[in-house]
């Protein structure tokens, strides 16, 4: 599995990296949206994780922008946000229809769920 | 009464917001640590990996105390300001910082420079409230800067400079962009409400600086916006032991 991750923290990132590419998946990792879309033109990616909290552009612009090309309009994508579900439906009204299958919560989610709902989403697109 | 009960009202609220922001920025570096954790747990690290990460670690639990050293010390702003003030030599407590930072900065693949541009006599401060405020907003400037964009190096410079007004400013310069006088008095009415007081910067980041924003206004001078060979950052301004100057 190919994960594109978009996180703004440098050390937060090096660890969700380690966790995915001990578990065999290769990690794309990017701290700015833009950077990501190019990354993605290169290899195209089987899972999106991304904060909706980011520096440049947030995680729904970069979802618009992301959807708008047809080739990774079904990509799924996760969210890994310091944003509760609640908030996230205040944030960004939008998310589901934007192709975020599954909202994980970063102060209660261990990387060991979150290694195993990417998986669960690229062998079962439909979950 | 109304007026006091009014001027509850704004100390609660500003509490509230000073909440908010503290639990926005302790929430990194506990995710850091959880995350660190379970990641030794669960991997086969060599014994040397294993010390990287428990030195990761360590840091970030640093950086979280930090805060709430911060925090303390605002709560504690009123009794500071009835103390009396000490001379302190700003290009030593450049040098305290940047060598209590070093090893958090390397984290984050960050240089640290101490630039003191000129002699300066000492400033009046608190000493360990400066050095806070200095401490947690490099800090600050640490994660924003590697947040906004992918370098393999960034450079981050603490430095004091005499102003065109002839007064002297310390603080913390580098490339993170979307600081500004204005973006900074947004973000101070902002504090509290949003999640992303500082538009530029992600919200385990902006908060530190709110912070220190706070500090410096409770003691000395709000932080502005500010230049520093060709880097921008934000500083506060600190005035000069008058009676040293006399001398």
Redo the contacts between chains.
């Keep these: 599995m190919n994960v594109l991750l978009i996180e703004a923290d440098r050390l937060l990132a090096k660890n969700i990296v380690q966790a995915f590419t001990g578990a065999g998946h290769a990690v794309q990792w990017h701290v700015d949206p833009q950077s990501a879309i190019t990354a993605a033109d290169v290899r195209a990616p089987d899972l999106i994780i991304l904060d909706f909290l980011l520096s440049n552009r947030s995680g729904t612009e970069f979802l618009y922008e992301f959807r708008s090309y047809p080739e990774w309009a079904n990509v799924p994508a996760i969210s890994y946000s310091s944003l509760s579900d609640n908030e996230l439906k205040n944030y960004s009204p939008s998310f589901k229809q934007l192709g975020v299958k599954k909202v994980c919560y970063k102060s209660t989610t261990p990387l060991s769920e979150l290694v195993d709902a990417a998986r669960q989403l690229v062998l079962t697109p439909a979950a | 009464m109304k007026r006091q009960h009014s001027r509850g009202s704004e100390t609660f609220a500003r509490q509230r917001a000073l909440l908010a922001a503290l639990s926005?920025d302790l929430?990194?570096p506990?995710?850091?640590i959880?995350?660190?954790l379970?990641?030794v747990e669960?991997?086969n690290f060599s014994k040397k990996t294993v010390r990287l990460q428990t030195e990761?670690m360590a840091l970030?639990a640093e950086s979280g105390l930090q805060l709430i050293e911060a925090y303390r010390l605002l709560l504690r702003s009123d009794q500071i300001l009835d103390m009396p003030f000490e001379p302190v030599a700003i290009g030593a407590v450049l040098e305290e910082v940047a060598h209590q930072l070093t090893h958090y900065a390397k984290?984050?693949?960050t240089e640290l420079i101490v630039d003191v541009q000129g002699r300066f006599s000492p400033v009046l401060a608190h000493p360990a409230s400066l050095a806070t405020v200095l401490e947690v907003l490099s800090s600050s400037l640490i994660?924003?800067q590697?947040?906004?964009?992918?370098q393999t190096n960034y450079r981050l410079v603490l430095g004091a400079h005499r102003s065109s007004e002839g007064v002297i400013a310390a603080g913390a310069f580098s490339n993170v962009h979307g600081l500004s006088d204005r973006s900074l008095r947004a973000a101070r009415s902002l504090v509290g409400q949003a999640?992303?007081p500082l538009p530029?910067?992600?919200?385990?980041?902006a908060s530190g600086i709110l912070v220190a924003d706070m500090l410096c206004s409770a003691l000395w001078q709000p932080l502005r916006a500010s230049a520093h060979r060709n880097l921008g950052g934000l500083a506060t301004s600190l005035p000069v032991t008058k009676q040293l100057q006399f001398v």
């Design positions: 926005d929430t990194l506990l995710v850091q959880k995350t660190g379970e990641l669960l991997e990761a970030s984290q984050y693949s994660r924003a590697a947040s906004q964009s992918q999640r992303q530029a910067i992600p919200p385990g980041t």
